[in-house]
């Protein structure tokens, strides 16, 4: 069964470094989203991407976050500078089309800023 | 506004029992209101969904009951077995709005053998 794929599993970082979360998205589907889930809370949308641009974004997607479609398998999500409060597991998901709302969600990076 | 609230926070239910999760909304222009499961370190997996035109939708052990004048909807797991262990997340979107997920606070829900 297809299935969204993440690296890394968990990423350390220090405060005010760079990271990249890496996603692959079901194959065939066109629609891709961010979410985040701080421990113990509850999931959260960051944004979402259609067509190389983002159709949609939250207040939390702010200047320091970018999400890049590099090439035809791979979704990024970049963060400039973190924080400790970027401190999360961050799921990538996916869906078949804009008309279509299942959305498909991978295992989740786990982001450690010390 | 786009909250989703979720109770109880936490539950637990004997084997062969039913678990009962409630969320309600306020923003009645959401058209999709999914469930998802969650398992430690895993990622949220669709469990079962319904749309605001439809009272009740049933797949196998778990039933969504939607009651749209309240803006209330809840999830039953009937026969609840100890694989049902897991963390349960209502949410609602609106595809106006593409589609994202806005989801309650998550009950975890632990079932007792």
């Known amino acids: 069964e297809p299935e969204v794929t993440q690296t890394p599993s968990h990423q350390v970082t220090q405060m005010g470094q760079e990271v990249i979360l890496r996603c692959v998205p079901i194959?065939?589907?066109?629609?891709f989203y961010w979410y985040r889930q701080i421990l113990g809370q509850k999931v959260e949308f960051l944004v979402s991407?259609?067509?190389?641009?983002?159709?949609?974004k939250s207040e939390i997607f702010d200047d320091q976050f970018s999400v890049e479609r590099p090439d035809g398998s791979n979704f990024t999500l970049k963060i400039r500078s973190t924080k400790l409060e970027d401190s999360a597991m961050y799921f990538c998901?996916?869906?078949?089309?804009?008309?279509?709302?299942?959305?498909?969600f991978g295992p989740g990076t786990r982001l450690t800023v010390l | 506004q786009q909250q989703v609230k979720q109770s109880p926070q936490s539950l637990i239910v004997q084997k062969g029992g039913i678990s009962i999760i409630n969320c309600a909304y306020e923003?009645?222009?959401?058209?999709?209101f999914p469930w998802y499961q969650q398992f430690p370190g895993k990622g949220p997996a669709l469990l079962i969904a319904?749309?605001?035109?439809?009272s009740e939708k049933k797949e196998g052990r778990f039933t969504i009951s939607f009651n749209k004048s309240a803006k209330q909807f809840s999830l039953h797991i009937m026969d609840s077995q100890p694989g049902d262990s897991a963390t349960y997340f209502c949410?609602?979107?609106?595809?106006?709005?593409?589609?994202?997920?806005?989801f309650g606070g998550g009950t975890r829900v632990l079932v007792k053998p």
């Open positions: 923003n009645t222009a959401f058209d999709y």
């Open positions: 319904i749309r605001p035109d439809v």
């Open positions: 991407f259609y067509n190389n641009e983002i159709s949609e």
């Open positions: 949410a609602a979107s609106l595809k106006a709005a593409g589609n994202k997920l806005t």
């Open positions: 194959s065939n589907h066109l629609y």
């Open positions: 998901a996916s869906s078949a089309q804009p008309s279509t709302d299942t959305q498909y």
